[in-house]
């Protein structure tokens, strides 16, 4: 049995947590969300915790128990508090800037690379080299962070490039000239 999903999740003050099935619907001060588990486990709510359990001792059961109980638990964090994901851009020139709801990046192109977030998604920068990427949604909190570093992925060379916060970049030597 998983031992991720044996744990209950808390419900904190100010979230309700709505079970229809295999539906889950969780409000909370930050938004509102909602996914379809997978089928395989039960969601029940005790009190003031869900509890997410396996269905039978089938394999396909056992392997969805833990993903069913992050999801969930993500769900919960997301709408009491959120997510954030922060990119550093390292580069001469590279920079980038909030314009209405998009984001604006120069990474070296001959033109600035636009992204407009999804609903329940915001983009803030500080000082046009540090981006956060903030909303309830884990995974397309993450999604987005990723597209983001998409535009310019930090190349070994130099360190150039953009990266999240703490990401360590394996640089290679340069040409050694020949003597």
């Given at each position: 049995m998983s031992r991720i999903g044996?744990?209950?999740?808390?419900?904190?003050?100010?979230?309700?947590?709505?079970?229809?099935g295999l539906a889950v619907t969780v409000k909370g001060p930050k938004g509102e969300l909602s996914r379809?588990?997978?089928?395989?486990?039960?969601?029940?709510?005790?009190?003031?915790t869900v509890v997410v359990s396996p269905t039978s001792s089938h394999r396909r059961s056992r392997e969805r128990h833990g993903l069913s109980r992050t999801l969930v638990a993500n769900m919960v964090e997301g709408v009491s508090q959120g997510f954030t994901r922060k990119l550093e851009i390292v580069g001469v020139g590279y920079r980038a800037q909030v314009q209405g709801r998009k984001l604006v990046v120069s990474a070296g192109y001959s033109h600035p690379v636009e992204?407009?977030?999804?609903?329940?998604v915001t983009f803030s920068v500080e000082n046009n080299t540090s981006v956060f990427v903030t909303g309830p949604d884990k995974e397309l909190v993450g999604n987005e962070a990723a597209k983001i570093r998409g535009i310019r992925p930090p190349e070994p060379y130099k360190g150039k490039g953009i990266k999240y916060e703490g990401e360590r970049i394996l640089r290679k030597a340069g040409k050694t000239g020949k003597k």
């Open positions: 044996k744990a209950p999740i808390p419900i904190p003050d100010k979230v309700t947590v709505s079970l229809d379809v588990l997978p089928e395989g486990v039960s969601v029940s709510q005790e009190g003031g992204m407009v977030p999804p609903e329940g």
